[in-house]
């Protein structure tokens, strides 16, 4: 039977997703209906439920949005392509990428400018590696645990490499030793692309996961950052588990458990986070919140719906 209940923080939302969020609730009080929304405005059903019901009408992309309306582009970042599409179709443009993505596209930008072979680690699909790579012509995407040897560029002294901001250190690191194996000249960014909110929370979770007898994340399965803290937490050597809600909880994960640590994914609301916890609270475990590090950012709103 479960004893106690250990809650870490930071966990659930990170700055770039209260901002996202916030810029749709902004949208919708500002602006007559509808307001739409491309893609998942971050990857959580739980969030797009709620912004649904108050109004947001997403959609997967800009053909489906009718001429001259609203729409809030996603936190995860978009191609230069999908902006001129908006220029085409006379739409009022509020752009709520993470300011954390948009400095990994600078880096493109940069790198590509320079004359590099530009290469992203990250997750074929994910929106936020689909955006990244539109940046510049001829971006290739290098999957974390991908072999480096057979690449071939145009000047293996003018080659970089930008990452997808919710990957692990843990999958980062190995990838780039790969990388400049093949080409020791790789020029990497001035500072670090996987996020300080990624960071943070997978630090969290590996403490975490040493105190525990079994690991919940609570997070949604199209969530990058999630999935890395499943992970992380299971590199430990704890038995970790992805939740989308308490109703996905297996008896069998907690046979012989007394002790179970809970984190949530940065695109989580707390709420969610709040279910879980209190279901163990009503089953008679006793919950202690615990503060592995103190995180105090914000990031400013998109000028269209600043006050």
Same mark, same amino acid.
């Given at each position: ?166 990957? *692990? ?56 950052? *999630? ?39 940065? *695109? ?29 950012? *914000? ?9």
């Amino acid at each position: 039977m479960v004893e106690r209940v250990v809650v870490v923080s930071p966990r659930g939302f990170c700055a770039g997703v209260v901002r996202a969020i916030t810029t749709v609730e902004r949208a919708l009080a500002l602006f007559p209906p509808p307001v739409y929304v491309r893609r998942a405005i971050v990857h959580n059903a739980h969030v797009v439920a709620r912004l649904t019901a108050g109004g947001a009408v997403f959609v997967n992309e800009l053909d489906e949005v009718p001429i001259g309306s609203v729409v809030v582009l996603s936190a995860h970042g978009v191609a230069p392509s999908v902006h001129e599409q908006a220029r085409a179709r006379r739409l009022r443009v509020i752009d709520a990428t993470c300011p954390l993505v948009a400095k990994v596209h600078r880096e493109v930008r940069r790198f590509s400018d320079a004359g590099c072979d530009v290469f992203l680690i990250g997750h074929a699909g994910h929106d936020e590696v689909v955006g990244t790579l539109g940046q510049a012509p001829g971006v290739r995407l290098m999957e974390p645990d991908a072999d480096a040897s057979h690449l071939r560029v145009a000047d293996p002294d003018r080659v970089a490499c930008v990452m997808q901001t919710t990957l *692990s250190e843990r999958e980062t690191a190995p990838a780039v030793g790969r990388l400049r194996d093949r080409f020791p000249a790789l020029a990497e960014p001035a500072a670090e692309d996987i996020c300080f909110a990624t960071r943070n929370r997978q630090a969290a979770v590996g403490w975490l996961a040493t105190k525990v007898d079994v690991v919940l994340i609570v997070g949604d399965r199209s969530s990058s950052n *999630s999935m890395r803290l499943r992970e992380e937490a299971s590199a430990s050597g704890t038995p970790a588990y992805l939740i989308g809600s308490i109703g996905d909880v297996q008896d069998e994960w907690l046979a012989g458990a007394r002790v179970v640590g809970v984190s949530a994914g940065a *695109s989580t609301p707390e709420s969610v986070v709040d279910e879980v916890v209190d279901h163990f609270r009503r089953q008679g475990a006793s919950v202690r919140d615990e503060v592995f590090l103190d995180e105090q950012v *914000s990031f400013r709103l998109p000028s269209q719906v600043r006050s």
